[in-house]
């Protein structure tokens, strides 16, 4: 046996142990030095060993910190790469209507620079024909994919809403046509939010269940670098108060916090607007401002090394944690990584004009095109090499990266810098800088759980808690209801098939944009749950649905509403009355 080639061991606090960590599979144990020395020695065998040698080595080989002989680690994570990467089952696609934008962003990279043509392109928005042609694209390719995901892009895309909505109902009617997952998300600056009071229910009709929105810190340090164009108008009033209103029509909000020098100061005050405008439970993180194009080439001198950001990121995730944002209570924790979608064969960006590229930092740049909508199938040369220089990148060209026991949780990070930034050289992410203080955040919590005298002790507290604070009694009353639902229904014969159950599966995964199947595994690891308790979980809510229908029908609610809304609405109703005669 030998020991694996993606360990790290790092000392305790009690000098008699010490924690080791694999990169390949994220696991990470405790154990006592005198057992550790086994992953001294680059080989070891086996059947030598005392026998509690043998059975601490049958625990290791569990967690990948030990293998085989014949095991080659290299290959399993090229597998595991390629697999991710040339999985054509999920169709991805970058929208931006508009490349016009109403903000004037100090480090915008899709500004123009000196000798660059401008990135607007021929149109300002994307015109009708534009739209029709990139529909039958997105009709041939749904023909040969389960699910599809658009993220919508810009410049700022609420600008070319209307464009949005018509396209986004369409899309919906191809995917339920052929009967694939569907999900939206948006990247949008938050500024016109505000402006129609119906906007916001709007997208959540477009079926756009989360929005990137950016604040680089408090008022004074976001207005003087993410202002209006033109005028140089403030912007961080409006943008909060979009975020207010998207967060109280149920809708996921990942908030951007762009760091250089300037503002690196300055983020905790942001961390107290937010607690006062009862915003604690957004997700957010922090970006690394970097001068990677030619148009951002002038903010170069303003932006923090990599090794700065990481501990920037690092100090601010457990500043998070400390003071009870959603955040910071899971340990910033590393994961295997994938295929940038840039490096995917089912990911496009497509611009207002239909010109296709690979990666959103080329969007406008009509030499890095790959193709167009009118015509995606008869590629130029030039067009289709330079799709094939972004499918086919990948870390294993690199002797650095190979050679590197980061390499599983980072692959070569940004395919674009590799490639036309840093001289075909990848970059280097905060992993290679940080992870040993990563992992004994997770160490630590993991310590503290076992404090409390194991997991289920833990649960017993957490019950506890409910209990205190009023939430116990309102999550049983939630449990009850799914399990009298459950119950009628098997009481007329309702019952779920492998088919629809799969369905349901794929649905979910799309919708929660896990498009294979190890990040669907992660997930559920993440999630602590497993394959059996989530397929129960999907199950009982399909289960309820056709009891609705069953309610439904019974009170001929189809013949009484036309209107899809009003019937949905009624049905909700009819639901709800049941279940309160149930619970009596």
């Not at 960006?349 to 909508?373: L, M, Q």
């Not at 036309?420 to 280097?428: A, E, L, M, T, Y």
């Not at 997770?442 to 759980?449: A, D, I, V």
């Not at 009481?491 to 098939?497: F, H, I, K, N, T």
Request: charged share 30%; proline share 3%; net charge negative.
């Amino acid at each position: 046996m030998k020991p694996s080639s993606y360990n790290f061991i790092w000392q305790t606090d009690n000098q008699e142990k010490v924690m080791i960590f694999n990169s390949l599979t994220t696991s990470l144990v405790e154990v006592r030095k005198t057992y550790a020395d086994l992953l001294d020695n680059p080989w070891f065998d086996y059947n030598a060993l005392p026998e509690d040698k043998k059975h601490f080595a049958d625990w290791l080989k569990r967690g990948g910190f030990v293998l085989d002989d014949q095991v080659d680690e290299l290959k399993i994570l090229k597998f595991i790469y390629n697999s991710n990467k040339y999985d054509r089952m999920d169709l991805g696609l970058t929208v931006a209507p508009t490349l016009r934008c109403n903000f004037a962003c100090t480090y915008c990279y899709e500004q123009s620079g000196e000798g660059e043509g401008r990135r607007d392109g021929q149109h300002a928005f994307m015109p009708e024909n534009v739209q029709q042609e990139l529909l039958k694209l997105i009709e041939r390719l749904a023909k040969t994919v389960k699910g599809i995901s658009v993220s919508w892009y810009g410049g700022e895309p609420l600008l070319g809403k209307e464009i949005i909505f018509d396209l986004t109902r369409k899309i919906i009617d191809i995917t339920e046509e052929n009967k694939i997952g569907y999900s939206a998300n948006m990247t949008t600056n938050g500024y016109l939010l505000t402006v129609d009071p119906e906007l916001v229910q709007k997208l959540k009709d477009s079926r756009i269940t989360s929005f990137q929105i950016t604040l680089d810190g408090p008022p004074e340090a976001h207005n003087s670098r993410r202002m209006l164009k033109g005028d140089s108008g403030p912007t961080f009033d409006r943008i909060l108060e979009g975020i207010k209103l998207l967060t109280a029509n149920e809708l996921e909000v990942s908030l951007r916090i762009n760091i250089d020098r300037y503002n690196r100061d300055q983020v905790l005050k942001l961390l107290d607007i937010l607690e006062t405008n009862n915003l604690k439970n957004i997700s957010m993180h922090l970006g690394h401002i970097t001068a990677d194009t030619v148009g951002c080439k002038s903010i170069e001198s303003s932006c923090v090394a990599i090794e700065e950001f990481t501990e920037l990121k690092q100090s601010f995730h457990e500043t998070l944690r400390q003071r009870g944002f959603k955040t910071g209570q899971q340990p910033y924790y590393p994961r295997i990584a994938h295929a940038c979608l840039a490096n995917r064969m089912n990911s496009l960006v497509i611009d207002p004009d239909g010109d296709i590229y690979k990666c959103w930092t080329e969007i406008g740049d009509k030499s890095a095109r790959i193709g167009n909508v009118v015509d995606f199938e008869q590629q130029g040369k030039d067009e289709r090499m330079h799709e094939m220089r972004w499918v086919a990148w990948e870390p294993f060209d690199y002797p650095d990266c190979v050679e590197c026991k980061v390499l599983p949780v980072c692959m070569g990070a940004c395919g674009y810098l590799a490639m036309f930034v840093n001289k075909d050289r990848p970059d280097c992410v905060e992993w290679k800088y940080g992870l040993e203080r990563c992992v004994r955040a997770r160490y630590n919590r993991e310590k503290g759980t076992k404090a409390y005298g194991g997991e289920s002790a833990l649960v017993e507290k957490v019950v506890d808690y409910l209990r205190c604070t009023g939430g116990f009694a309102t999550a049983l009353q939630d449990v009850a209801k799914r399990h009298l639902a459950v119950k009628a229904a098997a009481e007329r014969g309702l019952a779920v098939s492998d088919e629809e159950l799969q369905q349901a599966s794929d649905a979910w995964r799309t919708a929660n944009d896990l498009f294979s199947a190890i990040d669907t595994i992660e997930w559920l690891e993440d999630s602590g749950l497993t394959t059996e308790k989530y397929e129960a979980y999907l199950e009982t809510d399909l289960l309820i649905c056709k009891f609705k229908q069953t309610l439904a029908s019974a009170a001929k609610i189809e013949n009484i509403f036309t209107d899809p809304q009003c019937r949905e609405a009624a049905i909700e109703l009819l639901y709800a009355d049941w279940l309160a005669g149930a619970v009596k």
